[in-house]
């Protein structure tokens, strides 16, 4: 029996199929991720309305029976995100946010606070409303929150110690335990990364879903640096795998490096 259903749906994917279809990865917040084939997408551009391109959100309207691959049958743009797709720095970062996505979340399974939190970021990228790498830090700091892997920064993850009773300005986190380690405890456990108790303070800011608070929050270019550099490690650590955007998001961050270098040596 062929069943019908309609959702809001962002395009992670699409990848060649035979010579006329795509299989399309989109991802809902009544489905989660959703693998259909479009059929006949390819040798008709109009066979959907709006093209279909990557990252940008959809109603669509799907068929699907037992043991088959959805169909897309119908889609309607509800947001091209064109912004994002004429600048390369906006396009890397929503690969890399798309790239977590499709390799974190369950097929089949609802996730509307993960669905909007991705909406929303993608429309606060595509309108410049806030930094690119502030959006960064916002995306992963929610998404752990979400999905229960949020770093633990209120009390030393061995002896218990709260966060509050802590002397120093720098903090070691531990990936394997999850959240912050006090210097009490630091040579108990291998491998620590650290962080300034300022940029801690700011990342939870970042993390709390309220888009007023966070448009308010005064990041230091150091502090953004340290959030990224910690994020785009933990991040990676709990998926389990480095994304590929991920080394050309670096590798963009290195060239601008090495130009502003040059810059600087020219005008000397
Ligand atoms: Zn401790």
Redesign the pocket.
């Known amino acids: 029996m062929t069943v019908y259903f309609t959702t809001p749906a962002i395009l992670l994917r699409r990848v060649d199929f035979g010579d006329n279809d795509l299989i399309l990865t989109f991802f809902s917040p009544t489905r989660g991720k959703i693998s259909l084939i479009a059929k006949s997408a390819r040798k008709n551009g109009k066979r959907f309305c709006g093209a279909l391109d990557l990252f940008s959100a959809f109603e669509i309207v799907c068929s699907t029976g037992a043991g088959r691959l959805p169909v897309l049958q119908e889609s309607t743009i509800k947001h091209p995100f064109c912004q994002i797709r004429s600048d390369f720095k906006k396009t890397v970062y929503t690969s890399y946010f798309v790239e977590i996505i499709n390799n974190w979340m369950e097929p089949d399974v609802a996730q509307p606070q993960v669905y909007d939190l991705l909406y929303q970021v993608l429309d606060r990228l595509d309108r410049s409303d806030l930094p690119d790498e502030l959006l960064s830090i916002v995306f992963q700091m929610r998404l752990m929150i979400i999905s229960g892997f949020s770093p633990d920064f209120s009390a ?6 709260e966060m509050d009773c802590l002397n120093g300005r720098r903090i070691g986190i531990n990936f394997a335990k999850g959240g912050m ?2 210097s ?2 630091n040579s108990a456990v291998s491998s620590l990364f650290y962080l300034s108790m300022g940029t801690i303070k700011q990342l939870q800011w970042m993390g709390c879903g309220n888009w007023n608070k966070i448009a308010r929050v005064r990041f230091s270019a150091q502090s953004i640096r340290e959030s990224l550099e910690f994020l785009e490690a933990f991040v990676p650590y709990h998926l389990g795998k480095e994304t590929k955007s991920l080394s050309i998001l670096r590798q963009l961050r290195n060239e601008k490096v090495k130009n502003e270098v040059n810059s600087c040596r020219k005008s000397i």
């Open positions: 030393c993850g061995l002896c218990h110690i380690i006090c009490a405890c």
